[in-house]
Every structure is written in structure tokens, then in C-alpha cells.
């Protein structure tokens, strides 16, 4: 079974802090994903990763930034936490057209 | 904006009732259009996927209807059960391209 783990379920920081929330796949998956989820928004894509040390913008950027240092991790730096960046926080990876979440990380910002 | 508009936001059946959840598309580049289900605390999961070249798949009680020329898919469940209660996603994409455009999503409450 492929496994997504979130290193955090609940995370709540103060405006103006670094945050990182860290994504690890077991599968050699070589594409990951960064969304938030929001009612009535759907997922939106943060930014996603197509390979060790590559990345690209999804539909929402702004405020965030990502890292992808080996295969199996992609973290996911809001480099100055603002309160419109409380969300669910999803990651992805992908294999053959099927994307695998991992359980979700609440953020929530004060 | 978004690529693809899923209604309704939510909707309440009885069990042994039909669900469906009817979502859109502008880009006719799209060729893949998955079905991800997703339960409270959990991440969504992969339900059921079709391409535009068949109007209809069906996978147990889980059926996709695909219009080609109106550009809309629907998901329907039959037989609903308390079970499937979770919020349901459709999403489209081009088999070439790494990502996803994700409907808004509809909770569906199944009541015994």
C-alpha cells in the first residue's frame, strides 16, 4: 500500500512565524503535490514537484515556497504565516495518473 | 477560476436512495476525469476514473456518465449507504500533465 505521512495532523502558529510542513512518500514516486483545502474551494495546487530538486508553481503560490532535497520528501515553508493561510494543508504524491493524499495538516494561524 | 464546477455543494439521501453529483469542464484539452472520495480526518482517495472515449463506466454500486459534447461528467451512486456518507470531488486533467483541476467539492450524507 502506498503511504503519505504529514508530519503533523494539528499545527497552530502566530502571524509573522516560519512554518514547515514536511511531506514523505515510501513509494519512489517521482511527482508530488502541495494543496489546501478550503469548504467551497475545493483543492487548490499549492506547488508541485515533477523531480528531486524541481518544481513549479500551482494556481496559488503566493506566500509559500517548497523543497525538495531527496526523492521521498517534498516540505511545503510559509516563510511569514499570515491568518489567510489557515487551511488544510494536503499532500500528494503520484504514480500512473492517480494521485495518493496523505491524512491532511489543519494550520491554523493567529 | 476554476476549471471545473462541481454542484451541488451538498446534498442528503435516504439510504437505498441515488445520489448524483453533477460537475463541468471548459478545457476540451482535458482527457482524464477521476472521482476522489474523501472521509472526515482522512486525505481524498481515488474512486472511480473515465476517459472521453466511453460515456459511461460503471465500478460496483459507483457509476460515471461522461457527455463529450457538453462537456459534463456526473457521478452516481446507487443504493446509497451510510457508509458512503463523505465529501466527493471530480477532478479532470490531461493524461499528459502532472496535475489535477479539482472540482469545489459535495458533501453527501447518507441517512439510515
Given at each position: 500500500d502506498v503511504k503519505v505521512t504529514q508530519s503533523s495532523r494539528y499545527l497552530v502558529k502566530r502571524t509573522g512565524e516560519k512554518v514547515f510542513l514536511e511531506c514523505v512518500q515510501d513509494?519512489?514516486?517521482?511527482?508530488m503535490f502541495?494543496?489546501?483545502?478550503?469548504?467551497?474551494?475545493g483543492l487548490r495546487l499549492i506547488y508541485f514537484s515533477y523531480d528531486v530538486k524541481m518544481k513549479e508553481k500551482g494556481?496559488?503560490?503566493?506566500?509559500?515556497?517548497?523543497?525538495?532535497?531527496?526523492?521521498?520528501?517534498?516540505?511545503?515553508i510559509l516563510e511569514s504565516a499570515s491568518t489567510n493561510q489557515t487551511s488544510m494543508y494536503l499532500c500528494a504524491s503520484r504514480s500512473k495518473n492517480e494521485q495518493y493524499f496523505g491524512p491532511g495538516t489543519r494550520l491554523t494561524v493567529t | 477560476?476554476?476549471?471545473?464546477?462541481?454542484?451541488?455543494?451538498s446534498l442528503i439521501v435516504q439510504k437505498g436512495g441515488i445520489s448524483i453529483i453533477n460537475c463541468a469542464y471548459e478545457n476540451t484539452a482535458f482527457d482524464y476525469f477521476p472521482w476522489y472520495q474523501q472521509f472526515p480526518g482522512k486525505g481524498p482517495a481515488l474512486l472511480i476514473a473515465i476517459r472521453p472515449d466511453v460515456s459511461e463506466k460503471k465500478e460496483g454500486r459507483f457509476t460515471i456518465s461522461f457527455n463529450?459534447?457538453?462537456?459534463?461528467f456526473s457521478l452516481h451512486i446507487m443504493d446509497s449507504q451510510p457508509g458512503d456518507s463523505a465529501t466527493y470531488?471530480?477532478?479532470a486533467s490531461k493524461r499528459t500533465d502532472y496535475k489535477l483541476s479539482f472540482g469545489a467539492g459535495t458533501t453527501v450524507t447518507v441517512r439510515a
Open positions: 513509494m519512489d514516486h517521482e511527482n502541495w494543496y489546501r483545502q478550503d469548504p467551497g474551494l494556481d496559488i503560490p503566493e506566500g509559500y515556497s517548497v523543497s525538495r532535497e531527496k526523492k521521498e520528501r517534498f516540505s511545503l | 477560476q476554476q476549471q471545473v464546477k462541481q454542484s451541488p455543494q463529450k459534447s457538453a462537456k459534463q470531488f471530480c477532478a
